[in-house]
């Protein structure tokens, strides 16, 4: 199942080492979070009959810190295409679950794996020598799941805006 979606923050710093006029290799540390929203149908037998009891919302917050690491192509000196890998350290992994009574529990999530990897392709425009905005999609190709029991998948987008110190 997919997960709605939902839109948090990210901090970092990033340093670029140009290759040639055309080529550079960023590499970034960030720190972020992802998740998102669930539900999942809950039925009860009542006496031989199957009764619908609503469901049961889960929270899914998974902090995390994040190295991508990317090759970027400039089309034109204030435009870059990039290609990466993502490698995302997972260092809190939390659901939190809201059942039909009104009760809430969050507990961690421990079947997370440690290191997920996101490959990626973004594009970068300079808006002059100090300001940047950049964008780029983290696919859901690899599992972040230990086991295979509750697959777990995710693609996000990144948009951001960053300042150069120079």
Do not use: C
């Amino acid at each position: 199942t997919g997960l709605d979606s939902k839109s948090y923050f990210y901090a970092g710093i990033v340093a670029e080492q140009p290759l040639s006029s055309k080529f550079g290799l960023q590499a970034e540390l960030l720190y972020t979070q992802l998740g998102g929203k669930d539900a999942y149908p809950w039925y009860q037998l009542v006496g031989s009959e199957v009764v619908s009891m609503g469901n049961m919302n889960f929270d899914y917050k998974f902090n995390q810190i994040q190295v991508p690491i990317s090759l970027k192509y400039y089309i034109v000196p204030q435009l870059s295409a990039s290609a990466g890998i993502n490698l995302g350290f997972n260092i809190s992994s939390k659901v939190k679950m809201d059942n039909l009574f009104g009760e809430a529990e969050t507990h961690n999530y421990e079947s997370l794996k440690t290191l997920n990897l996101f490959p990626f392709l973004g594009a970068e425009y300079k808006i002059n020598e100090k300001f940047f905005v950049d964008a780029r999609y983290n696919f859901n190709f690899i599992e972040m799941n230990k086991s295979n029991a509750v697959p777990i998948k995710i693609g996000f987008l990144q948009a951001g805006v960053g300042y150069r110190f120079k």
